[in-house]
């Protein structure tokens, strides 16, 4: 990862403390990996931020893991704290896990299709060791059909839709948005209930029928689980941390563990995939993502493929010099437009990637109207642009910064 070194003693302990999360973050280990970070252990950490850094990157579990076997350079406190963290976020994942098998046996019951994906799923795929990933919350997809009496549903059980949730609003946050937060109050659990695996202003084809039609099972807790398939979660991974400007580094680590598991991708089809529905930019940022920082082994011919796209070295980097940089810093709003308009490959599609992200109103939009309001489906275009100016000022669009809390692309 390039690092930005400062000449202070301070900052090139904290460059040499993300340089010790980037190591760990390699999925293969080899002895020149464990010299690395004895390496650095040896040469002085900045702990304090080198763990507030490994809480925002979702990376303690895979920390604490690896360095066990390094117990002896670790301050004692730090080791302690990397172990409460860990076994607190094993009882969380196995709780998840629970909640999940208990809600599928409920789906199950009222015959409402679903697909399992992520969360405790992700973490038995990625690492075969659900301990190993940080799961903040659940996520399933369903038919846009069944959201109204899911919704019904999840209430009757003692989830909760957040107070900004507008029934006047509901046709419109279905047909605009792609997936809405519930909340289990009385254990914390949250679950997040998509009825298409992206928004409509990504504006690039992903269709969700095909996943359907490649449901997989795979066990967890004693119980068969709807899933899509790994070369499906593969791409879908690579736009979710696109579309996040790949924020975290625990997403590359989970791309890294993905591809690792068997039996072996099936390239071919995830090539194809990607280039048919228009994602292959975001596909290939990460993968080199995973090579950088992670030590994915990629196919001659992928690695190729992503060779052919200068664009994507450039976006690497860039993405690199966040992490490593400026790691707690929220992006412009014009340089995530920009990043997105860069992942779209022809001048029509960049176009409708801006007319997408201009016009196409999201969650945070839509909530923005009164509760009393009632406007035409399509005339909830004009919506998205007012907010912003509203919110923003004309004058100040290419400066702000997103709120995180509503405003996640």
């Not at 690497?316 to 810093?329: C, E, G, N, P, T």
């Amino acid at each position: 990862m390039p690092l930005s070194v400062t000449g202070t003693d301070t900052g090139k302990r904290m460059v040499r403390g993300l340089a010790l999360l980037t190591a760990c973050a390699r999925h293969q280990f080899t002895d020149q990996s464990e010299d690395t970070i004895e390496g650095l252990l040896r040469s002085g950490i900045d702990w304090e931020f080198f763990l507030r850094a490994a809480r925002r990157h979702g990376m303690i579990p895979l920390l604490y893991w690896h360095l066990q076997s390094c117990a002896g350079s670790v301050p004692p406190a730090v080791l302690t704290e990397l172990h409460n963290y860990f076994r607190i976020n094993s009882e969380r994942n196995l709780l998840l896990a629970q909640e999940m098998i208990r809600l599928l046996g409920l789906l199950e019951a009222h015959r409402i299709p679903v697909i399992v994906f992520k969360g405790p799923l992700l973490a038995a795929m990625a690492y075969g060791n659900p301990s190993l990933r940080r799961s903040a919350d659940l996520d399933i997809l369903v038919h846009e059909q069944d959201v109204p009496r899911l919704k019904v549903l999840l209430n009757a059980e003692g989830y909760q839709s957040p107070p900004s949730f507008c029934l006047t609003l509901e046709p419109a946050l279905i047909d605009y948005g792609n997936e809405y937060l519930f909340v289990y109050p009385s254990v914390g659990i949250q679950l997040d209930v998509h009825w298409r695996m992206f928004p409509r202003y990504l504006s690039f084809a992903l269709d969700d029928a095909p996943l359907w039609e490649r449901i997989q099972h795979l066990l967890l807790g004693g119980r068969r689980v709807p899933t899509i398939s790994r070369e499906d979660l593969l791409i879908v991974l690579c736009v979710h941390g696109s579309k996040h400007l790949w924020e975290r580094l625990s997403w590359i680590c989970d791309i890294a563990g993905l591809i690792a598991g068997q039996p072996p991708m099936d390239w071919t089809r995830i090539l194809d995939q990607a280039e048919g529905q228009g994602s292959s930019l975001m596909l290939f940022l990460g993968l080199a993502l995973a090579y950088d920082l992670a030590g994915t082994e990629l196919p001659s011919k992928v690695a190729a493929r992503i060779h052919d796209e200068p664009v994507i070295a450039t976006l690497a980097a860039q993405v690199q010099r966040w992490l490593s940089s400026d790691i707690f810093d929220l992006r412009p709003l014009h340089e995530r437009a920009i990043f997105f308009l860069r992942l779209a490959r022809s001048l029509k599609d960049k176009v409708r990637c801006l007319s997408a992200f201009a016009f196409t109103p999201t969650t945070a939009d839509l909530q923005f109207l009164p509760p009393s309001a009632w406007i035409p489906l399509p005339f909830y275009h004009v919506v998205r642009p007012f907010r912003l100016l509203t919110k923003y000022g004309a004058s100040a669009l290419a400066t702000s910064k997103w709120n995180r809390s509503d405003e996640r692309l």
